[in-house]
């Protein structure tokens, strides 16, 4: 591989796919940083070091490549937990909360992570924005009933709003569904927005992925608990080459963990938080 932005995302989603440990319930992602996180864990399954190990997809592409695979899959449902997903995103902000959707299967990803203990997002540095929206439009869902007063609705809220199309007409996700990127420029209350859009009929879903952990009602010592098995991940970063690890959850003292730095905060919550696998950009100074 002799593009070095490939060659990161490929370092950077198998980094990812070395959290898969037997027995697992495991999240497998979409797009192009996520699939070279599920290749490694054919391989794996391949060689013997996984075993045990059923998957859910965030995307029909996603299934149909792992089944090619021979990655074992969930057929329809997904468990009450599922144990690590690894996925990408489209941006990412200072404080790690994510625009993803640029693929189609937000709202499918948006289901999986909800689902997930855990959920390692895997980007390079052309993702890293100051603010959400600074580049990207935001992907809304939207039932085809009515589409049209949902994109002046979004108008409305202040997005520049486009029907994503491919060749043959309006692009549909898994469910069937149709996609409006809307462009509100930076985004300066992204909770405020999202729920301004939840609450509305015909609104299936949206990219932003504000840290909304699942298991919120965890208490701080089993929070706590459930860090130490990370702090090994942590400590086998390993050289500049590969990914920076950050938690998205836990306490404000939870900062980066970089090679070579040692352990992670022991108050550093893991359990239903985003930790999240950043790859270098090697064209500019060291972030």
Known sequence: MTD???????QAGELAAGLEESGMVVGLGSGSTAIFATRRIAERLRAGELGKIVAVATSSATDEAARALGIPMLVDDIPDDIDLTIDGADEVDP?????????????REKIVAQASRREVIVVDASKLSPRLGTHRPLPVEVLEFGWRSQARFLESLGA??????????????????????????????????ARKLEARAGIVAHGLFLGACPRRD???????????????????????????????HGSP????????????PSSCGRAGGLPALRVPDHTRQPQ
Do not use: Y
């Open 95 to 107: 404080a790690m909360s994510l625009i993803k959707g640029g693929g189609g299967a937000l709202l």
């Open 4 to 10: 070095p932005a490939a060659r990161l995302k490929q």
């Open 218 to 248: 965890r208490s701080r010592r089993r929070w706590r608990a459930a860090c130490a098995p990370w702090r090994e991940d942590a400590r086998a970063v390993g050289p500049p080459s590969l990914p920076h690890v950050r938690p998205r």
């Open 160 to 193: 520049v709003v486009a029907l994503r199309t491919q060749a043959d007409g309006p692009s549909r996700t898994d469910s069937g569904n149709m996609i409006l990127d809307s462009r509100f420029g930076a985004i300066v209350d992204a909770s405020s927005l």
């Open 253 to 264: 003292n939870c900062g980066n963990v970089r090679p070579g730095e040692g352990q992670l």
